[in-house]
């Protein structure tokens, strides 16, 4: 064989053994997520519960998928978050349990959504980031940010969509406490605190766990 030949053949050969390592180490990174996101949603691990509050620290792998190893695998996760949480909606969740018995399908999509999205969402928010040069380091905590903001909005997003008008959800939701006009504020305040403690340790957490692995995934 001739020599130039002979080079761009191991060059090639060089170039698939490199790709088929890449795609085995993401695949391998992947089930160590979804690893820990099945530890997190089956313990208590996964979840705060104090009262009608319910903090999820499911998002931070999401996230760290999301920024790691792309927008795909960001959305696969996100959707594996979403599977889960709807599980947790025959009987482990009050407030999904109660979804549930109002309007399965509407309860599956708002599960799996938006989770999907913000995972999927987020990874594109990193790579457009990360990418101009200027804002490397800050991409990571942005994004994961974006994560649990994300994830948020299009829970209530969805929420208000499926069940604005249900009187069933609406009064048990009001109680004997709440007058009815005033569950969608409370609704709205309730998800925000949710919201907001997940986004404060996404930021924290997620941001900074990415950015360390990042250097260790990317030799």
């Known amino acids: 064989m001739h020599p130039q030949a002979a080079g761009r053949q191991r060059k090639r050969s ?12 993401k695949m391998v990174q992947m089930a160590i997520l979804v690893a820990i996101m099945l530890i997190f949603a089956y313990t208590p691990l996964g979840y705060l519960k104090a009262g009608p509050i319910e903090i999820t620290f499911m998002v931070l792998p999401v996230a760290i998928g999301a920024i790691i190893l792309g927008p795909a695998v960001g959305a696969i996760l996100g959707g594996i978050f979403g599977v889960t949480s709807f599980i947790q909606c025959f009987g482990a969740s009050g407030f999904g349990a109660l979804l549930l018995g109002l309007n399965p399908v509407a309860t599956f999509i708002t599960c799996i959504v938006p ?4 995972g999927w969402l987020s990874g594109l928010l990193f790579r457009a980031l990360h990418s101009t040069g200027k804002m490397k380091t800050a991409s990571y905590f942005i994004a994961s940010l974006a994560t649990a903001l994300l994830n948020t909005l299009f829970f209530m997003t969805c929420i208000i969509v499926f ?10 939701m009001a109680g004997e406490s709440l007058p009815t006009n005033a569950i969608w504020p409370f609704l709205v305040a309730f998800v925000g605190v949710n919201g907001v403690v997940e986004a404060a340790v996404n930021f924290i957490a997620a941001g900074t766990v990415s950015k360390v692995l990042s250097k260790t995934v990317n030799k």
Do not use: A, P
């Open 115 to 118: 989770r999907v999205l913000c």
């Open 14 to 25: 060089f170039q698939m053994e490199k790709n088929i390592n890449t795609r085995t180490q």
């Open 163 to 172: 069940f604005w008008s249900n009187d069933t959800f609406i009064s048990t």
